[in-house]
């Protein structure tokens, strides 16, 4: 984990409150993998006092990329900084995805659950095979599908709720048929927790290996204050923040 201060080389908005930062922080940017994230400190001052955790799209050192949403006061402020401006970066934090050599991996990315397995595709793909399933409520929610397209995957499978682009629906209304016809080894799954949970029930027949990024309000991204705890089937409660944010998806005691 490191605390570096971040110069800001790039930042963009992509429309539908999506932003994209690219940011230099090498030491960072040379340790992180697919599934960690870092906590960003969005203003100069004590308003607002916590910082604000964001998955780590993409790492090539000395930069990484975020990508987000504004959603509140805090990514407010966020999507108000310009290039040449710093930021007080802290990561990388979390676990990883779990190595799976030689296994057909699907990729299920809801919306801006589309980080994690983004960074993994990038860095995985051509490596072993990989297809991703990529789902949100419209065009403007799928901000990233041209960057997607120019990775080397071996599927790409797009749905959106309104038809406006790829297939018309739920990205789970064509998960059955896309692992009846490609037969996936194991499942990297992001999104609203409906989904995961959703995915929790229908991925059960298949006897797969299946991890979960989940997202969680976090105060301090290192496991001392205990503010992202989540139940597991267990009874026991895990924190997000450094015991995760990637678990086994059987694993999370996911709502009825």
Not at 34 to 41: A, E, Q, T
Not at 150 to 166: M, N, P, Y
Not at 234 to 246: F, Q
Request: hydrophobic share 40%.
């Amino acid at each position: 984990m490191h605390d570096e201060r971040g110069l800001i080389e790039e930042a963009r908005s992509l429309g539908g409150g999506y932003h994209l930062l690219k940011l230099a922080v090498p030491r960072i940017a040379a340790a992180a993998k697919p599934g960690n994230f870092v906590m960003v400190r969005v203003s100069s001052s004590l308003d607002p006092l916590l910082r604000r955790p964001l998955g780590i799209l993409e790492s090539q050192p000395p930069y990484v990329w975020l990508y987000y949403q504004v959603l509140g006061p805090g990514t407010r402020l966020l999507a108000e900084r310009h290039p040449g401006e710093s930021l007080d970066i802290l990561g990388p934090l979390g676990n990883s995805f779990p190595e799976i050599p030689g296994k057909r991996v699907l990729l299920i990315a809801g919306g801006r659950g589309i980080v994690p397995l983004f960074h993994y595709a990038q860095v995985c793909a051509g490596r072993r095979p990989l297809l991703m399933l990529y789902g949100g409520r419209s065009r403007s929610d799928l901000q990233l599908l041209d960057r997607i397209k120019a990775l080397r995957l071996q599927g790409l499978f797009v749905f959106s709720e309104d038809g406006s682009i790829g297939q018309k629906g739920l990205l789970t209304d064509g998960l059955e048929k896309i692992l009846k016809q490609e037969r996936p080894d194991v499942t990297l799954s992001c999104g609203p927790e409906a989904m995961l949970a959703r995915l929790s029930v229908m991925l059960k027949p298949y006897r797969l290996e299946n991890h979960a990024s989940l997202e969680a309000r976090m105060g301090c991204g290192f496991g001392v204050c205990h503010g992202c705890a989540v139940g597991t089937v267990s009874g026991a409660y895990r924190k997000v923040c450094d015991e995760g944010p990637v678990f086994p998806l059987e694993e999370i005691q996911w709502p009825d």
